[in-house]
């Protein structure tokens, strides 16, 4: 069973850790480049100190391991997302249900923008962008993706909350089921 979640300040550390975990292929599809490790515990270290600006939400398999995260960087009225799903539990709909949630939790806080920059030749991220509507800018190799969020309604956010009391439920399910 995956689970869900959003990473307290506190846990932003192990997201570096996370990618420093993943393959050469999966981080330049992510990043666009092979990042080092240097520069993975720069950038989480900066991501750190302006927490006021991030957001993560987090799927993890039924032994507490990250499989998927998504990475939102906001400001102003807009918003960037980045989404890694590790490739043994890709073709799961993890990454589907990582840009729903990120972009409901966009929409709930008013911003008007959400943009993804992808790597061309990283189909499912492609597909994926396609599939929740994000207007696809091509230039080379790269791609910009973006979509005009409609405003927050009751509707919305009763979702939103109702998901996220369900994923405590299943996450607390899942950690009584793992202790025996």
């Known amino acids: 069973?995956?689970?869900?979640?959003?990473?307290?300040?506190?846990?932003?550390?192990?997201?570096?850790?996370?990618?420093?975990?993943?393959?050469?292929?999966?981080?330049?599809?992510f990043f666009g480049y092979i990042a080092k490790p240097e520069s993975i515990d720069m950038l989480v270290k900066k991501i750190h100190s302006e927490s006021?600006?991030?957001?993560?939400?987090?799927?993890?398999?039924?032994?507490?391991e990250w499989v998927g995260i998504t990475h939102i960087a906001h400001g102003g009225k807009e918003a960037e997302l980045g989404i890694i799903v590790r490739p043994e539990n890709r073709r799961q709909g993890i990454g589907n249900e990582l840009i729903g949630r990120a972009t409901m939790w966009c929409r709930n806080r008013q911003f008007l923008d959400?943009?993804?920059?992808c790597i061309s030749r990283n189909t499912a991220?492609?597909?994926?962008?396609?599939?929740?509507?994000?207007?696809?800018?091509?230039?080379?190799?790269?791609?910009?993706?973006?979509?005009?969020?409609?405003?927050?309604?009751?509707?919305?956010?009763?979702?939103?909350?109702?998901?996220r009391n369900m994923d405590w439920v299943r996450s607390a399910f899942a950690f009584t089921n793992s202790m025996g």
Not at 54 to 64: D, T
Not at 114 to 117: K, L, P, R, S
Not at 146 to 163: A, Y
């Open 125 to 163: 991220v492609m597909n994926l962008v396609k599939k929740h509507n994000l207007k696809i800018d091509r230039q080379y190799d790269e791609a910009d993706a973006r979509i005009t969020l409609p405003m927050p309604t009751f509707n919305s956010l009763t979702e939103e909350q109702v998901t």
């Open 52 to 64: 006021h600006k991030h957001e993560f939400i987090v799927a993890s398999n039924e032994k507490s």
């Open 1 to 29: 069973m995956i689970t869900y979640r959003h990473l307290y300040t506190f846990e932003y550390p192990k997201y570096a850790t996370y990618l420093k975990s993943l393959d050469e292929e999966t981080l330049r599809s």
């Open 114 to 117: 959400v943009y993804m920059h």
